[in-house]
Each structure stands twice: as structure tokens, then as C-alpha cells.
């Protein structure tokens, strides 16, 4: 019978209806308007007192609901991200999903002997490094905060090492103007170019305000930068249920997404169509121990949330989790967690997806955990392409053929049929162990911990990062070097 194929279904995870979404948006603006925030930044304040914001009596600024609007129809549907060699790398838009490592760890868990130590600029080097090599992860944030460089020139020393050591794309932190005016100089280098940069980015600026409601200048300094220069940036809420925002999640959404949107508003109104990353941040404080999970199910559902009202209300791309847990070893439970923020991140369709790699609620990273994970974001992929129903993928005249046979030997294994086909039908996993007892025992009974051990060593030992111009390296020591002291007298 003649067979018309439908469009493969692709499994979307979905978590509030339209009418919670509006409620929920509708109550940010209710903050905005009524409760309004702390801005500490003076030239930001007077800008949007200017495009029609007004002060309550506590000296509050009250952002009006068309400001959101507005900001929301300027910036852009679309972020294209490139690699530093200037080849599109990502776009981050609609229901394409990126993953990615985090920053600022402050232990990492040994590759030779497993023990939990501060982290090292070279850290950052064997990170950036492990993300150059892993088909599944697609960029890069710093993953430490060393403790082997000055503290106050952190942030540009890890870039400068990522840059070393990765050419896929960088989500880098700055601490002030200072930090993000040498790493804009360093990442122009890179691409040839101011000009060049902002046609092609491969940076994107990661900031945070302070929950809830206050915008220090530092952060409005960055996000200005950020806005004129045309980096893509995200500003995050900090609104994490229980302690920066209400204990329950739909308040605390809707704090997020109020913080958020001050951020686009100031953003836009600095360079109307700048790249702009909306990025409620909602976890849980928890209430038995008083750290902000990474392993919870609730920041999993918050941004599933979000991911709904992006396609919904928002249209713009989102900043989101996975890949992480609260455990201190890789071990079972690092597993789970891991592979459910994954998999539900992949689900809901989020955009740029990082802190993959993270133990102990953010504090400790764990290269043996980002080889895992890169083969769990293979295995939610392989899921979330849902399945195929055609004449090929349906095989009528391969069972037909092999049925009729009448010949014992004849069975669907040594068919060509399955050597066209299980390579995309299938999900081969590299480090998921499914050999037989036997054959697991003779070659040494090695336990998931250890076979990612071995797989970190080995791409560390032979993976090839391409090395960039020795021209622009020495430029780039230039400006990591300490400014010459001043003489007086």
C-alpha cells in the first residue's frame, strides 16, 4: 500500500501551560512597576529615567511594562557564535542546544590520584584542552579560579589560557571594567580585529546582579561594554528559591525574569539589536544543608519553564544548566544527577547549556565527570531525534525477505539493510560498559570512575589543540604583563 511518511516527532518536555506562563510574565512586570530596584550604577540610572522610568519614594527605579516590550522586539531572535579561527560554530536559537563547561571551581579532583586540591591555572589549560577534544561539548568557561595568579587579574589570566588551549568558543567572567577591556583586547587579537570580533564573535560575557532587585556599577559597567562592543552577553538572576528569592519556584521564576529583563531594558537601550542571552537562573537553597543545589530537580524545571515562555512570550535565546551534581565524587550519585539535568535540559529545548562537569554544588570540578557527560549529551541527543518511520526505517521487504528464506542462517545481522542502518538507528556508546561479564573481568573490571580516568588521560596525552600564531601569543603576554610600577620623588 502506497506509505507517506510523517514528520519524525521529536519528545519535548513541557511543564506549565500558556496561562501559568502569562501569570508568571505578567507578575514580573508587576515587580518592575511596582516594586522596582536598586541601581548603583549613576549614568545607567539617569538613562533610563530618560527613556521613561520614574522613582518611587524609596529612591527605587520603576522600569514601565512597554520598556520590556520594546527591549524584547529589538534584541535579536538569533546569536551566531563562531570558533576562533572565525567558522561558524554555533547558533544559538529556537530549539538548538549547546553544552558547555562552567568557571570558577575552587578544588579540582586529581587526575593521578583522585584527591580534592585548589585549582591551578593549569586546570584551566587541561579543561579548555578536554573541551577542544569532546565532540559533545561546545565551549568553553574556565572550570577554575586558580590560586597560583594574582587575585585581582583572575579572570583575564584564565581567558588568556583558554585561548591557549581551545579554539572552540569561550564564555568567559570579568570582574570589572578593567578585567573585560583586556579580555575584549586579547579576544580581538584572536580574531584580527575589533571589527572582526563583532562580526564574528566567539566570546560571550557571563555577569550576575544581586538578587533581589540590585544592580551594582560594576555589572552595569560590563554589560554596557558588552552592549556597545557587540559581545554577547547573559545577565543571570541570582534568584535562587529560599534565599534570593521566594521559597517557592513560580516566585522566584518570576523575580528571575524581572531581573532579566532590567538587564535587556538598559541593554538595549545602550545598542537596540545587541546580543542579549535571557538567562533566569532559578535553583533551590537547600533548607537542611544552606547550599544552592546542582543536583536538584528544581532548576531542572524552572528552566524547562523558561525554555516554554522563551517560545511563547520572549522569543529570544536562553542560558541554562546541566551536567553537574552535588555529590563529591564521581560515583552513582554524580551519575544520575548528571544525566537528568542533561537529558530534561535537552528536553526542554534550552539554548546554552553549561556548568557541565560540576561536583559539590559548584565548588569542585571534575574532568573524569566532563567525559562522562559528553557521552550522556550523545545519548540524550540520540533520544531527543525521536524516531524515524519511512519504507527504509519500516523494513517490510527486509523481514519479508528474510522470513521467506527457509534458510536457518539467514537472519537480519549479516543483512545489508542493518550495515546501512545501525550506525544512526542505534546509540554506540564509547565508555557505557556493555561487554559480557567475562570479557569486563579479563580486562581488568574496570568501574565507570576508571575507565573515564583512562579516557581524560588519554585525550589529555594525544589530543592536538591547533596552536595559535606565535605573534599573537607574545601580544597576548604583553598584556597580562604587570604595568610598570610608576616613579615619584
Known sequence: MPFTPDE???PRLEVI????MWAIHQAALEILQKTGFEMQHRAVRRMLLEAGCSISAGGRIC???RLAEEALKTAPRSIDLYDQ?????LTVAGENCFYGTGSDTLFTLDLDDGRRRR???RDTANFARMVDA???IDFAMSMSNPDDVPIGEIYVHVFAEMVSNTNKPIIFIADGLGDIEK?????????????ELADKPFILNYSEAISPLIYPRKVMDKLVFCAEKRIPVCLPSGCNAGSGGPVTLAGALALGLAENLVGLVIHQLVNPGAPFLFAPNVSVLDMRTTVVSYGCPEWSLTQAALAQMRDEIYGIPIWAFAGSSDSKTLDAQAGAEAMFSISTAMLSRCNIIHDVGYLEFGTTSSLELLVLADELVSMSRHFTRGLPVNRETLA??????VSRSGDPSSIFLTHPHTFRNFRSAHFLPDLIDRRRFANWDQEGARDAYRRCNARARELLEKHQVAPKPERILARVEEILAPAPLSMTG
Not at 501551560?17 to 501559568?20: F, L, N, R, V
Not at 579561527?85 to 560554530?89: E, L
Not at 517490510?396 to 525477505?401: C, M, N
Open 396 to 401: 517490510l521487504e527486509v523481514i519479508d525477505r
Open 134 to 136: 569532546l565532540e559533545n
Open 183 to 195: 579580555i575584549h583586547r586579547i579576544a580581538s587579537l584572536v580574531a584580527g580585529g575589533e571589527d
Open 8 to 10: 519524525t516527532l521529536k
Open 119 to 121: 585549582t591551578s591555572l
Open 85 to 89: 579561527q572565525g567558522k561558524a560554530a
Open 63 to 65: 522600569l514601565p511594562a
Open 17 to 20: 501551560s500558556k496561562d501559568q
